[in-house]
């Protein structure tokens, strides 16, 4: 897991479409939010929470031991 602080464009924009592929196929609508703030906050610059947000989704479609959520974490 890397540090949250040094968040990249890339990293957040990586985050953002494995969540959105997943969420997808969820029938969470808690994940469908979540995907949608993250595209929100990339938009505004905050790749942070975007970042975070895209793994929120990922947590509540696919588990946190899913390799789609590992692989971005």
């Known amino acids: 897991m890397s540090d949250f602080n040094t968040t990249t464009a890339g990293q957040a924009l990586s985050a953002i479409q494995s969540a959105a592929i997943q969420a997808t196929a969820s029938r969470n609508p ?16 905050d790749f942070k929470n975007a970042r975070l947000r895209a793994l929120v989704s990922l947590s509540h479609s696919v588990g946190i031991f899913h390799r789609a959520y590992t692989e971005v974490a």
């Open 30 to 45: 808690s994940a469908k939010l979540a995907q949608r703030d993250a595209v929100c906050c990339y938009a505004k610059g």
